[in-house]
């Protein structure tokens, strides 16, 4: 199966913000019944482990519905963490969604931007976290970004994305058709594993961009999380 270069429903403009916020909330459930935020919880709670760490800051990029960001706010007040986590998106509609879902949350905090322009200065949060978002781009879009992820980073930039196989999207394709009406979350889910990489594409990518060694995990189903660490565990 080749990368497909088709636009994804939700990144082209026009889309009502009915079908938008349905889709948003198609993708919380998907989130969490495929565990997309496992990657990112085993690795903050290993690494703030070995580092004793009891505060961290996180932005995470192309937040979406502020699932992610409410999940590791909850998880870091049950440690006893100090958390401070930026969600940044550039659509409007999304960062109402991410806002009424992160209201119990006030680790976290909302930025509307572009992730390309990104209004931050360098070495701003410890972690920079992407999810589910680079296969949105071109690879040199995305090695342009992981550069700029890596200089507003202090300790590590986090990467959890999908990994593309043809069980993978004909798996979300009927998945979706049997649980949604939704037009986008039926168009994208299957649209964004035919957009993604294969574990060797992605591990290209990551050589390519040149910030670091990145450790790549192949996750259960079809998922990869990817990490960058900019210092040693001894150094945080």
């Known amino acids: ?41 085993r690795y903050l709670r290993g690494v703030t ?3 004793r760490i009891r505060a961290f800051s996180l932005l995470d990029l192309g937040t979406g519905a502020g699932d992610i960001p409410a999940a590791l706010a909850r998880w870091a007040r049950n440690e006893g963490i100090e958390a401070k986590i ?22 976290v905090s909302l930025v509307r931007a572009d992730v390309f ?9 410890d972690f920079v976290h992407a999810s589910q978002l ?3 781009f071109t690879e040199e879009e995305i ?5 700029d992820c890596s200089k507003i980073a202090r300790r590590g930039v986090l990467i959890s994305d999908l990994v ?16 949604s009406r939704n037009e986008m979350t039926r168009t994208d889910a299957p649209l964004s594993v ?22 790549v995990a192949a996750l259960f189903p079809f998922r990869i999380f990817a990490f960058f660490p900019l210092v040693s565990y001894e150094a945080l």
């Open 1 to 41: 199966m080749r990368r497909s270069l088709e636009k994804e429903m939700m990144d082209l403009p026009g889309n009502s913000r009915e079908i938008l916020e349905e889709d948003l909330a198609n993708l919380r459930i998907i989130n969490r019944s495929l565990g997309a935020y496992r990657g990112v919880l």
């Open 49 to 51: 482990r070995a580092g």
């Open 86 to 107: 930026v969600g940044l998106d550039l659509d409007q509609v999304t960062l109402d969604v991410a806002g009424e879902q992160t209201q119990s949350c006030p680790e």
């Open 117 to 125: 322009r990104l209004p931050f200065i360098p070495s701003s949060f």
């Open 134 to 136: 680079l296969h949105h």
């Open 143 to 147: 090695v342009a970004l992981l550069k």
């Open 164 to 179: 593309r196989h043809p069980l993978a999207y004909y798996g979300i394709s009927a998945l979706t058709r049997l649980f």
């Open 194 to 215: 035919k957009r993604a990489f294969t574990l060797s594409e992605w591990e290209d990518l990551f050589d390519r961009a040149a910030i670091g060694h990145a450790r």
